[in-house]
Nanobody, 124 residues
Framework: QVQLVESGGGLVQAGGSLRLSCTAS????????MGWFRQAPGKEREFVAA????????DYADSVKGRFTISRDNAKNTVYLQMNRLKPEDRAVYYC?????????????????WGQGTQVTVSS
């Protein structure tokens, strides 16, 4: 069982930056591939970024590639999402998720544990 708590969301102007954090409970954080997803009002939850257990492999949605960076610190049980050059269309609730498996995935249904989400709002 893993409990995830996101933080770092807020209001930022277009072009600005935010760093989201997701801290996990338990001693087995390093055994979980992790992902970030987001859900805008009236839209389905969508994949943003994922990282493997060691942090050596990552994947990104095309819409955020080159602007967002996912990373993890297994000693701190934390995964991060650095978001640069934010756009109004990045506005959403951002969720981190942990997957009980070897590899990360880009489908939300592949993840077993979810945080409560953190709101990101980007003003134009």
């Amino acid at each position: 069982q893993v409990q995830l708590v996101e933080s770092g969301g807020g209001l930022v102007q277009a072009g600005g930056s935010l760093r989201l954090s997701c801290t996990a409970s338990g001693r087995t954080f390093s055994s979980y591939p992790m992902g970030w997803f987001r859900q805008a009002p009236g839209k389905e939850r969508e994949f943003v970024a994922a990282i493997n257990r060691s942090g050596g492999s990552t994947d990104y949605a095309d819409s955020v590639k080159g602007r967002f960076t996912i990373s993890r610190d297994n000693a701190k049980n934390t995964v991060y999402l650095q978001m640069n050059r934010l756009k109004p269309e990045d506005r959403a609730v951002y969720y981190c998720a942990a997957r009980s498996g070897v590899n990360y995935a880009i489908l939300a249904r592949a993840y077993n544990y979810w945080g409560q989400g953190t709101q990101v709002t980007v003003s134009s």
